[in-house]
């Protein structure tokens, strides 16, 4: 079981088009960490927020973390070839699972040119 | 300052053999984590290791072992292989762990293995 729900598993969008990544789950995190892998590398982080309602820009990439801290979203604005990766969410675990991260199974960006 | 440092980056056992894989921290951290890559379900958990000590265990197998040394270095051991075990195992630090609310994680490039 899934901790941590990502969707959609898979997209494919041209070059310019926004898109938006969801990140969903029934338990509370301590935090929430979207991460980006490119084939052949490890996970590199994105962004971290911990603040219900929390919103973070980075450039073109806009990260939200639900009032409840149990969801995020990451939204693409004019996304470009070199947006495409492996986009992967992560929650921070609490109290006894204190230095575990949670991983969402990810989604797959293909931008084409 | 140099990255998360795995070694081999590559390799191929066949089933029931054992394998170990290294990891070397960014300096200063002392946290190390280790997680399994799969198509299929993702990243999962295996351990996280704080000053040496096993902090934190994933729902693996007893046959998945790891230990942290006292510069910070860590491995991790599978023992008697299958063939599900072929995955790609990152390793991960930070500076303090779980003691940052953060839990922020810096990965290594992974190793790749495949049990025939």
């Known amino acids: 079981t899934q901790l941590l729900e990502q969707s959609p598993q898979f997209l494919s969008i041209q070059e310019g088009e926004n898109l938006t990544v969801y990140c969903n789950s029934s338990s509370v995190f301590s935090s929430l960490q979207w991460y980006r892998q490119e084939p052949g590398e490890g996970p590199v982080l994105l962004v971290t927020?911990?603040?219900?309602?929390e919103v973070k820009k980075l450039k073109r990439l806009t990260f939200q973390f639900g009032d409840a801290r149990k969801d995020s979203s990451l939204h693409i604005t004019a996304a470009q070839p070199g947006d495409t990766g492996l986009y992967l969410c992560a929650g921070g675990g609490r109290g006894s699972t204190l230095g575990r991260l949670y991983f969402g199974r990810g989604t797959q960006l293909t931008v084409w040119p | 300052k140099a990255g998360v440092t795995q070694t081999p980056r590559y390799l191929i056992k066949t089933r029931g053999q054992q394998v170990t894989l290294s990891c070397s921290p960014i300096s200063g951290h002392r946290s190390v984590s280790w997680y399994q890559q799969t198509p299929g379900q993702g990243l999962q958990f295996l351990f996280e290791?704080?000053?040496?000590?096993?902090?934190n265990k994933g729902n693996f197998p007893g046959r998945f072992s790891g230990r942290q040394f006292s510069n910070s270095r860590s491995e991790m051991n599978v023992s008697t292989l299958e063939l599900g075990d072929s995955a790609l195992y990152l390793c991960?630090?930070?500076?303090?762990?779980?003691?940052?609310?953060?839990?922020?994680?810096?990965f290594g490039e992974g190793s790749r293995l495949t049990v025939l």
């Open positions: 927020v911990v603040t219900g309602g």
């Open positions: 290791y704080f000053s040496e000590t096993q902090r």
């Open positions: 991960a630090s930070s500076l303090e762990g779980g003691q940052l609310y953060t839990g922020e994680l810096f």
